[in-house]
Structures are given as structure tokens and as C-alpha cells.
């Protein structure tokens, strides 16, 4: 059986944003030659949420009937660390996926469902927790190194309408796909 990425199920082609370069040269300042760990974690949180609450993501009002948006705020092409605003309608939900060792969310705002599963065989999994989460909060997730099945999810958008912002250690289009054990 084939394995499937989060690049294979993607609904809606990703843009890139221009004008982000120093909010995300700030970010990379503080990730660069660190170890990933919940520190850094509190860190990359802290910065993103006081970038977000200065910069309130109200140029990333497009949305789509069929799939969350992503618009991609910068990638550092030699470490592969990314940012990307998620434009989120009611309704949309992620596939559920995992990501590289470092995950980060940050919800700007709108209310969300937020799945947690762990694997099972034959790439299902098997889901352990249900949140609701309500903007604006953050939070992260820290996996091993050099694997793209850290925090198996899947985010719903329970609000008319939400943003987003995501950093991932790299690209977050390798992260595993599963299908839902019955």
C-alpha cells in the first residue's frame, strides 16, 4: 500500500504571501541553531502570538466551500522551517495527518475542533481526545527527529469563519496521512 502525505490530499493549491520577510526573519532568528524542545517551543509561541496580536490576519479573509486555505508567510530553503496562515470557513476540516518534529499552532481567531489520534495498523488511527479550542490560543508539539508522524489530528473549523498560523520544522507536506480506525 502507498503511502500518502499531506501533499497528496491537499483540496486547494497553497499561495505565498510577499511583505513577511521580517516577521518571519524574526522567527527564524529565534529557531536557528536550536534545539527543539518545549522551551523553544514557548518561545516560537510567545513571538507568533504577540506578531498575531499586532497584526490581526484580516488580508487572509478568502475563503473556499471545499477546503481551509494556506497561504505560506515565508520557508527557509537550507532548514525547511515554515510559516503558513491557515483562512479557515465553517465547516472545513483537515484530513487527518501528523506533521515534522516540531508542530506549532496558533489560533488568531474563531473556534475549532481539534482531534487527537495515535496510530494503529495498517496507517489508520485511532482517536484518543476531542477539544474545542477558541481563539486566540496556542500551543505545539514535538516529535522525533527526522519523522513526519508527530501529533497524528485533525482541525475543524466550528465558526463562520477563522485564522491560523502554523510552524512547522519542515515541510509540513510529508507529514502521514491516516484514514480513521472504525
Known amino acids: 500500500m502507498k503511502e500518502t502525505t499531506l501533499a497528496n490530499v491537499l483540496q486547494e493549491r497553497s499561495l505565498e504571501a510577499q511583505g513577511y520577510d521580517a516577521a518571519f526573519n524574526g522567527l527564524m532568528d529565534i529557531v536557528r541553531n536550536k ?3 518545549d522551551r523553544l517551543g514557548k518561545r516560537i509561541e510567545g513571538y507568533i502570538s504577540n506578531y498575531l496580536a499586532e497584526n490581526p490576519p484580516r488580508e487572509f479573509d478568502r475563503y473556499s466551500d471545499k477546503s481551509y486555505l494556506r497561504t505560506y508567510l515565508g520557508r527557509d530553503a537550507t532548514t525547511g522551517w515554515e510559516a503558513i496562515m491557515m483562512s ?9 495527518h501528523a506533521h515534522p518534529q516540531y508542530a506549532g499552532y496558533n489560533f488568531a481567531d474563531g473556534r475549532f475542533r481539534l482531534e487527537i489520534f495515535e496510530p494503529a495498523a495498517d496507517r489508520k488511527a485511532r482517536r484518543v481526545k476531542d477539544i474545542t479550542l477558541t481563539a486566540p490560543c496556542a500551543f505545539h508539539a514535538i516529535g522525533p527527529a527526522g519523522s513526519f508522524e508527530n501529533h497524528i489530528h485533525r482541525i475543524t473549523c466550528l465558526s463562520p469563519t477563522g485564522h491560523s498560523l502554523h510552524v512547522y520544522s519542515d515541510d509540513a507536506k510529508k507529514g502521514k496521512v491516516y484514514t480513521e480506525k472504525g
Open 88 to 96: 479557515w470557513r465553517e465547516g472545513n476540516t483537515t484530513s487527518i
Open 35 to 37: 534545539e527543539i524542545d
